[in-house]
């Protein structure tokens, strides 16, 4: 089940997936926590670290279902390895940084971490990497000519030409010739005065 190769459209499906995960987890573990009203009222410093390390715990949780996805993903289409452990090396700080930055942030300054949002944007870029990767052993402008509606439509003529010249068209050519040039069934011939000649059975019998 966590080693079969998956597609485009897997990846893309799982990975959806992981991100409302990983948002509903980030959401369960304030609540259940110090709360939304804690966590906005609350100093960076130790009165965090609970929120912190259920975070982190989590976090790292779902880098492993991440990197599993990913590596089946690089598998299927024979991608470069760098690209996957950068992937996932990636993911596993962007989890401990997101876990470091609800320990230390605080939310009445307007101050932004800039550093995390790079390194999200890194992550992104090697995800779309991964995604648009084509399958290894499919050539997709082949696979995308068979679907190719752009060519115009052959005219009545020519099919009708190509049904003629099919070997059923030949056969039903070659039947009705053959019913047409069949002699018709032979009359009997009838003399002047409009009697028929006598057969051979009526000759016997007036000798």
């Known amino acids: 089940m966590f080693t079969s190769k998956i597609g485009r459209?897997?990846?893309?499906?799982?990975?959806?997936?992981?991100l409302v995960a990983e948002i509903v987890t980030v959401v369960l573990c304030i609540a259940w926590t110090i709360g939304f009203e804690g966590l906005m009222n609350s100093r960076p410093g130790p009165g965090r670290e609970g929120l912190a390390t259920a975070i982190l715990v989590t976090s790292l949780m779902l880098v492993?279902?991440?990197?599993?996805?990913?590596?089946r993903r690089s598998r299927d289409a024979q991608g470069s390895m760098w690209i996957l452990w950068g992937y996932i090396v990636f993911s596993a700080i962007f989890a401990v940084l997101q876990a470091g930055t609800m320990l230390v942030y605080d939310f009445g300054a307007e101050d932004f971490n800039s550093g995390l949002n790079l390194l999200g944007f890194a992550l992104l870029g090697l995800w779309v990497t991964l995604l648009m990767a084509k399958p290894a052993g499919v050539d997709i402008e082949e696979l995308v000519s068979v679907f190719d509606f752009d060519e115009p439509a052959a005219?009545?003529?020519?099919?009708?030409?190509?049904m003629y010249s099919s070997p059923a068209g030949t056969t039903s050519q070659a039947s009705a010739s053959a019913t047409g040039m069949a002699p018709a069934p032979s009359r009997p011939t009838i003399p002047g005065n409009g009697?028929?000649?006598?057969?051979?059975?009526?000759?016997?019998g007036l000798a």
């Open 195 to 204: 009697r028929p000649r006598p057969s051979g059975f009526g000759k016997r």
């Open 155 to 162: 005219p009545l003529g020519s099919m009708k030409s190509k």
């Open 64 to 71: 492993l279902f991440r990197g599993n996805f990913a590596w």
């Open 9 to 18: 459209l897997r990846f893309f499906f799982y990975s959806a997936a992981l």
